[in-house]
């Protein structure tokens, strides 16, 4: 199947295509132009089909971790062994996802096109959080369109652009 070439060469067109379906998956809907916004629709509606389909194939598993003893503050609390000071751990019980093949491969699928997103706190720019978007995807995007059928986006018309006159559009998921 054929794809618009929008001007620029592969490397580019994939690295616009990826930024535009990343940016639309998290922020829920984004403005840009006709021709674009079609080529977005048949990446992110196949990203979301397939999140649909591996949404519950997991298993959960509990696990015991050893994990290092910290106080209120955070810090490590260290006790004093053969004149060096090493860390105490404690066994805590953890319960994790377990993925299936075939999600584990949908989620390598996943983010074989999904940049990598970072939340920034705009008080605090210390506090920069990495946002997983395959999670999102499988967590909260998935579950609103499990009675879907496909059509998980909607293009909508807003008229030339000023500048150069081109078709303006907002894609957003339905």
Not at 70 to 75: A, H
Not at 98 to 108: E, F, N, T
């Given at each position: 199947?054929?794809?618009?070439k929008?001007?620029?060469?592969?490397?580019?067109?994939?690295?616009l295509?990826?930024?535009?379906?990343?940016?639309?998956?998290?922020?829920?809907?984004?403005?840009?132009?006709?021709?674009?916004?079609?080529?977005?629709?048949?990446?992110?509606?196949?990203?979301?089909?397939?999140?649909?389909?591996?949404?519950?194939?997991?298993?959960?598993i509990?696990?015991?971790?050893?994990?290092?003893?910290k106080?209120?503050?955070?810090?490590?609390?260290?006790?004093?062994?053969?004149?060096?000071?090493?860390?105490?751990?404690?066994?805590?019980?953890?319960?994790?996802?377990?993925?299936s093949?075939?999600?584990?491969?949908?989620?390598?699928?996943?983010?074989?096109?999904?940049?990598?997103?970072?939340?920034?706190?705009?008080?605090?720019?210390?506090?920069?959080?990495?946002v997983?978007?395959?999670?999102?995807l499988?967590?909260e995007?998935?579950?609103?369109?499990?009675d879907?059928?496909?059509?998980?986006?909607?293009?909508?018309?807003?008229?030339?652009?000023?500048?150069?006159?081109?078709?303006?559009?907002?894609?957003?998921?339905?």
């Amino acid at each position: 199947m054929a794809q618009r070439k929008l001007g620029r060469t592969a490397s580019q067109r994939k690295a616009l295509l990826r930024n535009q379906v990343t940016n639309l998956l998290y922020h829920g809907k984004i403005k840009t132009t006709d021709s674009k916004a079609k080529e977005i629709r048949k990446i992110a509606e196949g990203i979301i089909a397939s999140a649909i389909k591996e949404k519950d194939n997991y298993e959960e598993i509990t696990i015991t971790a050893k994990v290092v003893k910290k106080d209120e503050n955070g810090n490590r609390i260290k006790e004093v062994i053969d004149g060096k000071k090493k860390p105490i751990f404690e066994n805590v019980e953890k319960t994790i996802k377990k993925d299936s093949p075939s999600r584990l491969h949908a989620r390598r699928q996943m983010l074989k096109v999904l940049y990598p997103v970072t939340e920034v706190n705009v008080r605090r720019r210390r506090q920069a959080k990495n946002v997983d978007m395959v999670d999102k995807l499988f967590s909260e995007i998935a579950p609103k369109y499990v009675d879907r059928n496909g059509g998980y986006t909607r293009i909508t018309k807003l008229g030339p652009r000023k500048g150069d006159a081109a078709e303006e559009v907002i894609i957003e998921l339905v």
